[in-house]
């Protein structure tokens, strides 16, 4: 960060202006180009298609990137302020404070909070509609079979119910009511499902610096409220609202969106499958799944996995339907339902649509880019979304209602939409087809449960963990970012630490490129540590798939049990959130909700804070006393993966670990 170098001379002084113009310029310069990303993307076979879209004309991500530079340099510093018409206001030298007084530091820490509540609220929306098919499921308004037995039985235990007297039924009912509360709450009490699964050390912080959030609805109301023209004055009281949305990301938009899909379709069971655009096929009605809702998506998949559609299939010149999975919905439908082959994050869904192998493309909620439709209408796939909160105009609409009144519906909505997949491949048999070779074994969905499978308890990953075979554990998650060449942040940072006998847990958007090459098979052994390999043994990957963004839930059960066993905190363990890639609301929520929970965050794309020396040193430093962990940004993968690595080491010298 710059130093302070105001011109006293000029007159204007205000003591909290940070000149943060010479750091983000610096900053831009860093910023990737798709030529980069043809060049030096480490997944050969997304250089092939950026080039092949390049050939054809054919614009995606990385286009649109290059014309937005150069960026706003107001912007990236975080000092551009929409939030009353008095403005837009901006932070510079000569105008060191909004219309309204505002200065850079209030005015970055609301834009902070701002994000955090937009990712609160988009995990929050979508934790609602599962627990929702949840009660409509336990209450017999949706004709949904309630899978996960043993998890509702256990929840309902955590949460105090009765589970000897009472029916599967009637528990997934009042668990539900539980978290549909706990993220809605209007009256101020008890947090229940904190109160189960948050451990007593982080409790107490919580309560200290008084950050245990309402719950999810309120805390979101409360943030738009506090950031809103005149209210919050105070930057570092408004960085107290910022912690809070953190812990309700955590347990009210994560924690419980992930309980109540895990009840309704069961615990996620480890599957290995084929992955990357290699493994499309050209005899088969090829279906991909994207966003983040999993209701549609397991409905259709169920749908044409039927014997009637099978047939339909074949009658229509197809060999059978395959699904293929973008972003979280393939992977959930993935570990649940076993045969969706991974292909890509958000980041690269055009590139999926462009090799023209697609029929239909299910579209669902959350980081489904409007640019998909102009690739689909090149190639004639048809676009069909299936929520009122996510429209593109030129889709096809199948969907439920916008209050969920007609989910029982979800069996004729899915037989539609296969239909409509089999008329698109009769249609589509002249389209040009253009598919890399790449592909590879990927094996997903790991988690407690399937990991107390595999070790019978997670002692065993302790002791190695103490004994230095496994010097630290990361939780490797986010998005992917043009402002980076993709997915290389992820490559590099994951081959410094394997060498270095770090084991890795992935989900999201940043588990694909680990998926497409190699790193969640066996074949990720190449790249470990000796020690990291003796302890993995001949048949486990060294990067472990957990799954889909909200699957952090199950990372952070895995790391709070080994932490059980080590007899110490989570935050002092060689434990770390690392978001390379980062680029989303939901991002800056998961690397908060993580540095609420005592783990370091790692990144290498700035967030916007650089305008703000108070914000940034806050979030830098000054939470570590307060959390016991802190941001840490570098440009640089190696600089990043070489932060880890110094501060596993030291948190393991701290606890007199070798
Ligand atoms: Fe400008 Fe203040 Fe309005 Fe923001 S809230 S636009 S700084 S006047
Ligand atoms: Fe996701």
Not at 117 to 134: D, F, N, S
Not at 509 to 526: D, R
Not at 529 to 541: D, H, N, S, T, Y
């Amino acid at each position: 960060m710059s130093e302070h170098s105001y011109d006293h001379s000029h007159g204007h002084h205000d003591p909290n202006f940070t000149d943060y113009k010479d750091a983000v310029r610096e900053y831009k310069k860093s910023f990737a180009s798709k030529q980069d990303v043809m060049e030096q993307a480490p997944d050969p076979a997304v250089r092939e298609m950026v080039k092949y879209m390049d050939d054809c004309g054919v614009e995606n991500c990385f286009d649109r990137f290059d014309k937005q530079k150069p960026h706003c340099t107001f912007g990236l510093a975080g000092v551009c302020c929409r939030i009353c018409s008095l403005g837009p206001c901006k932070i510079t030298e000569r105008s060191p404070r909004g219309t309204c007084g505002a200065d850079a530091d209030l005015i970055v820490a609301r834009n902070m909070v701002r994000a955090a509540a937009g990712g609160v609220a988009a995990h929050g929306a979508r934790a609602r509609e599962i627990i929702l098919t949840l009660k409509k499921a336990a209450e017999g308004d949706v004709n949904l079979p309630i899978i996960g037995v043993k998890k509702v039985k256990a929840v309902a235990d955590m949460f105090g119910l009765d589970v000897k007297t009472k029916s599967v039924q009637e528990l997934a009912g009042e668990v539900a009511d539980i978290l549909l509360e706990d993220l809605s709450r209007t009256v101020p009490g008890k947090h229940k499902t904190l109160e189960a699964v948050a451990t007593y050390e982080r409790k107490l912080v919580w309560e200290e610096l008084d950050v245990i959030p309402v719950g999810s609805y309120h805390e979101v109301f409360e943030a738009l409220h506090q950031t809103t023209v005149g209210t919050q004055g105070d930057w570092r009281k408004a960085m107290d609202q910022f912690m809070r949305l953190g812990v309700a990301f955590s347990m009210n938009s994560v924690v419980g969106g992930s309980i109540a899909s895990d009840c309704l379709y069961g615990v996620p069971q480890r599957t290995t499958v084929k992955a990357n655009l290699g493994v499309l096929r050209t005899d088969t009605v090829n279906i991909a799944v994207h966003g983040h809702a999993p209701q549609m998506a397991m409905e259709v998949i169920k749908t044409a996995r039927s014997e009637k559609f099978q047939k339909m299939a074949k009658e229509a010149g197809a060999t059978g339907i395959q699904f293929y999975g973008i972003c979280c919905s393939g992977l959930s439908s993935l570990y649940r339902l076993g045969g969706v082959i991974p292909l890509s994050n958000a980041n690269g869904s055009e590139l999926v649509v462009a090799t023209g192998a697609l029929d239909l493309w299910l579209a669902d909620i959350q980081e489904i880019f409007p640019g998909i439709m102009d690739v689909a209408n090149c190639y004639k796939t048809v676009v069909v979304t299936t929520n009122e909160s996510n429209r593109l105009p030129g889709a096809e609409h199948i969907g439920y209602k916008r209050d969920l009144t007609d989910l029982d519906k979800l069996p004729e909505l899915s037989e539609r939409i296969v239909t409509r997949a089999i008329e698109s491949f009769e249609n589509r048999k002249d389209i040009k087809r253009h598919i890399p070779e790449h592909e590879v074994e990927a094996e997903v969905g790991f988690n407690l449960e399937t990991l107390n499978q595999r070790y019978g308890s997670l002692s065993t990953i302790a002791s190695a963990l103490i004994e230095g075979k496994i010097k630290g554990i990361i939780n490797l998650a986010g998005c992917t970012n043009t402002r980076v060449v993709f997915e290389k942040s992820i490559v590099d940072i994951v081959d410094i630490l394997l060498k270095n006998n770090v084991l890795v847990f992935t989900n999201g958007c940043a588990s694909f490129p680990m998926a497409k090459l190699g790193y969640c098979s066996v074949k990720g052994q190449e790249k470990c540590g000796e020690k990291l390999l003796r302890f993995l043994g001949p048949k486990m990957p060294p990067v472990w798939h957990f799954g889909e963004c909200i699957d952090n839930a199950h990372a952070v059960s895995v790391f709070r049990e080994i932490a059980k066993y080590t007899g110490r905190h989570m935050k002092d363990l060689p434990f770390a959130e690392v978001t390379p890639e980062w680029s989303n609301e939901k991002g800056v929520g998961a690397a908060l909700a993580f540095r609420m929970l005592g783990f370091n965050s790692y990144h290498c794309v700035h967030a916007p804070v650089q305008g703000s020396r108070n914000v940034q040193e806050f979030l830098y430093k000054g939470t570590k006393e307060l959390l016991g962990s802190c941001m840490n940004v570098h440009t640089d993968p190696e600089k990043v993966a070489e932060m880890i690595l110094k501060d596993f080491d030291e948190a393991r010298s701290n606890i007199c670990w070798r």
